[in-house]
């Protein structure tokens, strides 16, 4: 059997038609975080309500989303509601798939954050008179999305790679407009190498600039250089 | 003037509490001491209603604090409500709890800004005089995790 070799005149000839696939991906990629990072904490408030009805729903929907495939999830998102007259564009089904799905895990993630405040920061803002609300807006979210940073981050990474999943529903991110390609050339070695290149080359500096947020984050409170506070002598830094 | 008439507080089958009366008069410095364990933070705890007891009386300048006994249950009043009379009450508390994503200055302020509505300039101000008088001017922006105790 012949060795696989790239053919440098398909990369060429394939980059533009590829590069314009990854543009879908991390446009896609940005639109969902940012729907999810929003809808997220909602969920994840709502989860820790008072109001039990509200508990219990959002509850199920975060275990939904959880005990099913992504994939089937935008599956049926793009292919089955249209049989019920809801018919969506391949990159808005995407969006609401992908956007359902995260903001379900990423409410996991914020409410592990707001359980880790102590109780006792609970009950230095009841002391002053500060009500439930203003508690969770001022001093527990706060804390809470300091700590959840770095997890956060990683999903972003994970949700970069999860967009791959829309190529089912005909979107042409990166990973289908690589199988375009490839159903006209058959060259499942140049195109699918390209492609793991280019989500590599996206990915990896996405995941150093997690691990330097961590690092951040680990670093805790720093004190805050303001012009009318000067270094003072001998502080340590 | 504070009242308390016959406390009760228990956790699970700990009684901790058991009928606690007191009466602080305006102006009046009084100390509650006893041996570690015997319920001294819990009282202090119950009078800003940090702790909600299961039975007795709280009342400030004769009016009941924090519920209503109807129909022999207790029936809190609104968080709003309760939230109004905690503005009122200063409270330290053991592991003194500072927030700690804000600076010394901010802490002193978060209260007086968004519970008052204070303008932040006059906060500011007051708040910076509070750190002169203990000597913490120049930690003012510092993280109340640098801060020693």
Known sequence: MERPTIDWALVRESLPALLEGLKITVELTFIVIVISLILGVFIALGRL????????????????MRATPLLLQLIYIYFVLPTLGIRLEPFVAAVVGLSLNYSAY??????????????????????????????????ILPQAI???????????????????????????????????????????????????????????????????????????????????????????? | MIQLEAIHKSFGDTRVLRGVSLSIERGEVVCIIGPSGSGKSTLLRCINYLEQPEGGRITIDGQNAYRDVVNGKIKNYPTRQIAATREKIGMVFQQFNLFPHLTALQNIMEA?????????????????????QVGLAEKANQYSQELSG
């Open chain 1, 49 to 64: 309500s008072k109001n039990r009805a509200l508990r219990i729903v959002t509850g199920f929907y975060v275990d939904f």
């Open chain 1, 106 to 139: 990423l409410s996991e993630v914020y409410r592990s954050g707001i359980q880790a405040i102590p109780r006792g920061q609970l009950d230095a803002a009841a002391a002053l008179g500060m009500r439930p609300s203003l508690t969770m807006r001022r001093i």
């Open chain 1, 146 to 237: 300091r700590i959840v940073i770095p997890t956060l981050g990683n999903y972003f990474v994970a949700l970069f790679k999860d967009t791959s999943l829309a190529s089912a529903l005909t979107l042409q991110e990166l990973l289908f407009s690589g199988q375009i390609v490839i159903s006209r050339t058959y060259d499942y070695f140049t195109i699918y190498t390209m492609v793991l290149v280019l989500y590599f080359l996206v990915g990896y500096p996405a995941l150093i600039f997690v691990r330097y947020l961590e690092k951040l984050t680990k670093a805790g409170y720093r004190r805050r250089r303001s012009p009318e506070s000067l270094p003072l002598p001998n502080q340590p830094s």
């Open chain 2, 112 to 132: 007086p800004r968004q519970v008052k509505h204070i303008k932040k300039a006059e906060a500011e101000q007051k708040a910076r005089s509070l750190l002169a």
